[in-house]
């Protein structure tokens, strides 16, 4: 099964209202940071929020244990899936990050890489994995412009 590159409004918007659980790669603890701020958004509408960031390791972040590896994501804590891995790296660096991403214990249904963040090539290798790709889009901003309600 092949993933798909995502760039309509009405396929991005369905990502959003089917996610339950978001993994963020790049997670922060600076409030002032989008890497915070975005997530932060996410959880205060219901969204369970998996924090992964090997420079904070150990620490928490909206209710959950910050992971150093997107592998440390064990599949018993995360029964129901992942549905987006939002991505808080340069564009540059996501190449970097595909085989961690093909290697988790818990593959994601969506990829997310906040807005500008785009890497073509990287995207094409997620979909021909199975995995779709969301490029240089921003998951509050959207999620505030299409005004979905919280998760229940």
Not at 38 to 53: E, F, K
Not at 59 to 65: H, K, N, S, T, V
């Amino acid at each position: 099964m092949s993933g798909r590159i995502l760039t309509t409004p009405r396929e991005v918007e369905a990502v959003l209202r089917a996610a339950r659980t978001v993994a963020v790669l790049g997670a922060h603890p600076d409030r002032a940071r989008p890497a915070f701020y975005v997530p932060d958004y996410l959880h205060g509408q219901g969204l369970r929020i998996l924090p992964v960031n090997p420079a904070h390791a150990g620490a928490r972040l909206w209710d959950e244990p910050v992971v150093a590896r997107l592998q440390d994501l064990a599949v018993e804590e995360v029964p129901e899936g992942i549905d987006v891995l939002d991505v808080f790296r340069r564009s540059e660096l996501v190449g970097g990050h595909v085989a961690e991403i093909l290697a988790m214990p818990v593959r994601p249904r969506c990829v997310w890489l906040q807005s500008g963040v785009r890497d073509d090539a990287s995207a094409a290798r997620l979909a021909a994995a199975g995995i779709d790709v969301v490029q240089d889009r921003c998951m509050l901003a959207d999620h505030r412009a299409w005004g979905l309600p919280p998760v229940r």
